[in-house]
């Protein structure tokens, strides 16, 4: 089924952040990419009210997640290829190195709070599929139907279209013309990676701490459940968050590569060029961004050019402006 994923990431920082900027770096810093400013405000929100950082992530991933942001994530998301919608979603403390992650978790839609209850009630790390389900509704999250009328179009339309695109390769039969089932050709030849951008499959809203997405073809699971790949923080040295197309972007692990930059002393924003940098060298045409923070307060992002998408859009809310704003970076 369609692979919209776009992937919410969170960074929250207490003691990090900045971009292409200089000058005065100031904290609290919450930042997160895409133009979600209600998420941010609800982030910001939490933290003047005296919440704690992993309060403030919370509340600003769930306010997405209510608010279906941008139609990916959430509720109603893009089906995988029963016509079911399953959530994706990460919490880290960069204090303690604890994580909580759920990924194909069905019939919940708060997926954050489901991540964070992973964390603090359990030694685990990820719950999947019918597993996490089932934890959240004994953790007392209500089981509802994620499907909307929305999503209940996207998938019969899919279907009428032949199931395209299904990202299939190397089966039979030929899966650009049908839906299936597939089976594994006897043979096949190596392909070049070829792979072309597609802006509407990013798998994440970005928050550093959490990355919530939805869920997306076949019930795959995305980049944004997998430490290191959607997000990752570690206060001694900062935190990143990624977003765009997770299945290439897992591969290279490029949120956690942002951190151990820094913590070499590499500036946010030249951290992040370099975590895009590595994986253009094999996929020169994905189509993926990310957001980065230090702790001395500064961020930074940046992000592949590709048709569509020259610029982007993340959000910043720190004690300068006290309120979400709406920052960009060129993409390279």
């Given at each position: 089924?369609?692979?919209?994923?776009?992937?919410?990431?969170?960074?929250?920082?207490?003691?990090?952040?900045?971009?292409?900027?200089?000058?005065?770096?100031?904290?609290p810093l919450v930042i997160n990419t895409w133009p979600f400013k209600n998420?941010?405000?609800?982030?910001?929100?939490?933290?003047?009210?005296?919440?704690?950082?992993?309060?403030?992530?919370?509340?600003?991933?769930?306010?997405?997640?209510?608010?279906?942001?941008?139609?990916?994530?959430?509720?109603?998301?893009?089906?995988?290829?029963?016509?079911?919608?399953?959530?994706?979603?990460?919490?880290?403390?960069?204090?303690?190195?604890?994580?909580?992650?759920?990924?194909?978790?069905?019939?919940?839609?708060?997926?954050?709070?489901?991540?964070?209850?992973?964390?603090?009630?359990?030694?685990?790390?990820?719950?999947?599929?019918?597993?996490?389900?089932?934890?959240?509704?004994?953790?007392?999250?209500?089981?509802?139907?994620?499907?909307?009328?929305?999503?209940?179009?996207?998938?019969?339309?899919?279907?009428?279209?032949?199931?395209?695109?299904?990202?299939?390769?190397?089966?039979?039969?030929?899966?650009?013309?049908?839906?299936?089932?597939?089976?594994?050709?006897?043979?096949?030849?190596?392909?070049?990676?070829?792979?072309?951008?597609?802006?509407?499959?990013?798998?994440?809203?970005?928050?550093?701490?959490?990355?919530?997405?939805?869920?997306?073809?076949?019930?795959?699971?995305?980049?944004?459940?997998?430490?290191?790949?959607?997000?990752?923080?570690?206060?001694?040295?900062?935190?990143?968050?990624?977003?765009?197309?997770?299945?290439?972007?897992?591969?290279?692990?490029?949120?956690?590569?942002?951190?151990?930059?820094?913590?070499?002393?590499?500036?946010?924003?030249?951290?992040?060029?370099?975590?895009?940098?590595?994986?253009?060298?094999?996929?020169?045409?994905?189509?993926?961004?990310?957001?980065?923070?230090?702790?001395?307060?500064?961020?930074?992002?940046?992000?592949?050019?590709?048709?569509?998408?020259?610029?982007?859009?993340?959000?910043?809310?720190?004690?300068?402006?006290?309120?979400?704003?709406?920052?960009?970076?060129?993409?390279?």
């Amino acid at each position: 089924m369609h692979r919209q994923d776009k992937m919410f990431t969170f960074l929250l920082i207490c003691t990090l952040t900045s971009l292409l900027t200089l000058g005065h770096a100031s904290l609290p810093l919450v930042i997160n990419t895409w133009p979600f400013k209600n998420a941010a405000a609800a982030a910001w929100s939490a933290l003047q009210s005296g919440g704690s950082v992993l309060d403030a992530v919370e509340r600003g991933c769930a306010r997405c997640e209510m608010e279906q942001c941008d139609g990916s994530v959430g509720y109603g998301g893009s089906p995988d290829e029963s016509g079911e919608t399953t959530l994706d979603a990460l919490i880290m403390n960069g204090d303690t190195m604890e994580v909580g992650a759920v990924a194909d978790l069905r019939r919940i839609k708060n997926a954050i709070g489901v991540a964070r209850a992973v964390m603090e009630h359990t030694e685990h790390t990820l719950l999947v599929g019918e597993s996490a389900s089932v934890f959240a509704e004994n953790m007392g999250f209500i089981a509802e139907d994620l499907t909307t009328n929305k999503s209940v179009n996207i998938f019969s339309e899919w279907l009428k279209g032949s199931c395209q695109p299904n990202y299939r390769k190397n089966v039979s039969p030929e899966p650009s013309k049908s839906c299936g089932p597939y089976r594994p050709k006897a043979t096949w030849k190596q392909s070049k990676r070829a792979r072309h951008a597609n802006i509407h499959a990013h798998d994440t809203i970005g928050r550093f701490l959490p990355a919530d997405t939805e869920s997306a073809f076949l019930s795959r699971v995305g980049d944004s459940p997998i430490v290191g790949a959607g997000a990752y923080v570690d206060s001694l040295a900062g935190g990143a968050a990624a977003t765009g197309d997770g299945d290439v972007m897992m591969r290279f692990l490029p949120s956690y590569l942002a951190v151990e930059l820094m913590r070499a002393g590499v500036d946010p924003s030249a951290a992040c060029k370099s975590a895009i940098s590595r994986i253009k060298r094999h996929y020169s045409e994905f189509f993926g961004a990310i957001i980065c923070a230090n702790t001395t307060g500064h961020y930074g992002a940046a992000c592949n050019k590709v048709p569509g998408l020259d610029k982007f859009h993340f959000m910043v809310a720190n004690s300068e402006t006290n309120a979400p704003v709406l920052k960009s970076v060129d993409c390279f």
